[in-house]
């Protein structure tokens, strides 16, 4: 089954709802990243909740989202537009978990990624805006929580859940968006808080297979009204060529040098960690073409 996001109004169109199933795009970027299982689900929760963030906006805009937090994961980010995303992460070698309490055993997300603050980046037509708001647990669905109501005056309510099976493979992920809309009314207001509070976590509704249709539902209080479905992917979509322009863009002497001590130019994409070989030969080419 294809990633997806359902976007729809509800409670008498008051509210409007995200849901996402995203699990191949939370995998993918397990696999290309090789994320140990705290990183894949802190990472996860960052890109199901990016992806349902830039449907929010218009076709051309883009976004940019960081998470620079001083637990061990250090710095994440994300590139996102129109629900396709790519994501980077500092140190993908975290495996937390909590080792006592009713949350022993599982995996020790708000550690894993610590005390900071979470960037938003917006990008329209090459004009730049960026927004930001600290941190509350480092759980992700609560800092994205937060920063709707502290950044953008849209009070919100936030789920994220990734299930990793046998501490490596990403078997669900997902989450939701719940905006309450300018007009809402007190009586929508109480129904959204009711409904939240007796609605199980993300985590536990996927794995007990609820499927996004059914999780807004839920969530809607079957007053739901689908607007539109979107697919959800994770494309890097890097070229050789993307690079040879960024190796161009370095001055004659330090392309000298590397051509000098190295003989060629290696490049790794920080996106999906494909790596592009440069030759002497072509190396010599970029210089020549400079000069």
Excluded at 8 to 21: C, H, K, N, P
Excluded at 44 to 73: Q, V
Aim: a positive charge.
């Amino acid at each position: 089954m294809k990633d997806y996001t359902l976007i729809a109004l509800a409670y008498q169109g008051e509210a409007r709802i995200y849901v996402s199933l995203s699990t191949k795009l939370v995998e993918k970027s397990r696999k290309l990243h090789k994320t140990l299982p705290t990183a894949s689900a802190a990472m996860g929760r960052f890109l199901t909740a990016s992806a349902m963030m830039s449907l929010m906006y218009k076709d051309n805009e883009r976004l940019t989202l960081k998470i620079e937090g001083d637990g061990p994961i250090g710095q994440m980010s994300v590139l996102a537009k129109k629900g396709i995303v790519k994501s980077t992460i500092k140190n993908p070698n975290v495996y937390l978990v909590y080792t006592d309490g009713p949350k022993k055993g599982k995996l020790n997300v708000g550690a894993a990624v610590g005390n900071g603050f979470l960037y938003v980046t917006k990008d329209w037509n090459g004009h730049f805006f960026t927004s930001s708001a600290p941190l509350q647990t480092g759980e992700i669905a609560d800092d994205f929580t937060y920063y709707y109501t502290a950044s953008e005056q849209t009070p919100s309510a936030v789920g994220l859940g990734v299930l990793v099976h046998n501490g490596s493979k990403v078997v669900q992920a997902g989450g939701f968006i719940i905006q309450l809309l300018p007009h809402a009314s007190e009586q929508t207001i109480q129904s959204l808080e009711s409904v939240i509070s007796k609605t199980p976590s993300i985590t536990e509704l996927l794995k007990n297979n609820q499927t996004p249709y059914e999780i807004l539902s839920m969530l809607a209080n079957h007053t739901e009204q689908i607007l539109e479905t979107h697919d959800i992917k994770y494309v890097c979509g890097c070229r050789k060529s993307t690079y040879k322009k960024s190796l161009s863009a370095l001055n004659i002497e330090i392309l000298t040098e590397i051509l000098h001590e190295d003989k060629q130019a290696e490049i790794i994409c920080p996106y999906c960690n494909k790596t592009y070989l440069f030759t002497e030969q072509e190396l010599q080419e970029i210089i020549t073409k400079k000069r």
